[in-house]
Nanobody, 120 residues
């Protein structure tokens, strides 16, 4: 069993900051790329940022310069520092992880999501 658990969401005023965390646990051999996605009300889920095991990052244009993704490989945890928040950043944020489980199968797992609400 593998679980991804997000934390750190909440209600924040425009211009504020939050730090999201996502920890992977369970029968894990190796965690490869980790990422954050979001789904705003009435919209499809979209990529926010990804980070490889080696630390190479990729960001959606809409968040470049405001969001920073990082990870702690020893803790199988990925973080998303979000700053200069805008009302349009309001969404449920999901983390995912491409990892090898104890059955030596590479699969993608998703967290349950954490709500970020930005008030104007």
């Amino acid at each position: 069993q593998v679980q991804l658990v997000e934390s750190g969401g909440g209600l924040v005023q425009a211009g504020g900051s939050l730090r999201l965390s996502c920890a992977a646990s369970g029968s894990i051999v190796r965690v490869n790329t980790m990422g954050w996605y979001r789904r705003a009300p009435g919209k499809q889920r979209e990529l926010v940022a990804t980070i490889t095991r080696g630390g190479t990052t990729n960001y959606a244009d809409s968040v470049k310069g405001r969001f920073t993704i990082s990870r702690d490989n020893a803790k199988n945890t990925v973080y998303l520092q979000i700053s200069s928040l805008k009302p349009e950043d309001t969404a449920v944020y999901y983390c995912n992880a491409d990892l090898m489980n104890s059955k030596l199968r590479s699969e993608v797992y998703w967290g349950q999501g954490t709500q970020v609400t930005v008030s104007s």
